[in-house]
């Protein structure tokens, strides 16, 4: 059984960072999208930033410029980068990978538990 674990949650006033990281369990033999959710109370799951296989990015609009997505393909870990840190920015972070972790696995999505982040003063 893969699973995905993030760190990198937590308390922090308007304005401040936080960097979120998310690894696998077990290396995946093959990995194409990982990606960066978030689920705010009362509110659907959205869409945070994705990042492909070679590299290509992808925001929501409300981030753009604030938040930095990255991946090692090597050790199979997405970073999120969270700068200039909004309330409006607290929720549950998920982290999702899509691929197999062996030859004959089908390509499907994982997902990890989440990290509660709170932007607070």
């Known amino acids: 059984q893969v699973q995905l674990v993030e760190s990198g949650g937590g308390l922090v006033q308007p304005g401040g960072s936080l960097r979120l990281s998310c690894a696998a369990s077990?290396?995946?033999?093959?990995?194409?999208?990982m990606a960066w959710h978030r689920q705010a109370p009362g509110k659907a799951r959205e869409l945070v930033a994705h990042?492909?296989?070679?590299?290509?990015?992808n925001y929501a609009d409300v981030v753009k410029g604030r938040f930095t997505i990255s991946r090692d393909n090597a050790k199979n870990t997405v970073d999120l980068q969270m700068n200039s840190l909004e309330p409006e920015d607290t929720a549950v972070y998920y982290c999702?990978?899509?691929?197999?972790?062996?030859?004959?696995?089908?390509?499907?999505?994982?997902w990890g538990q989440g990290t509660q982040v709170t932007v607070s003063s």
């Open positions: 999702s990978f899509y691929g197999g972790p062996n030859l004959s696995s089908p390509l499907r999505y994982y």
């Open positions: 077990k290396k995946f033999f093959t990995l194409n999208v």
């Open positions: 990042i492909t296989s070679k590299g290509g990015t």
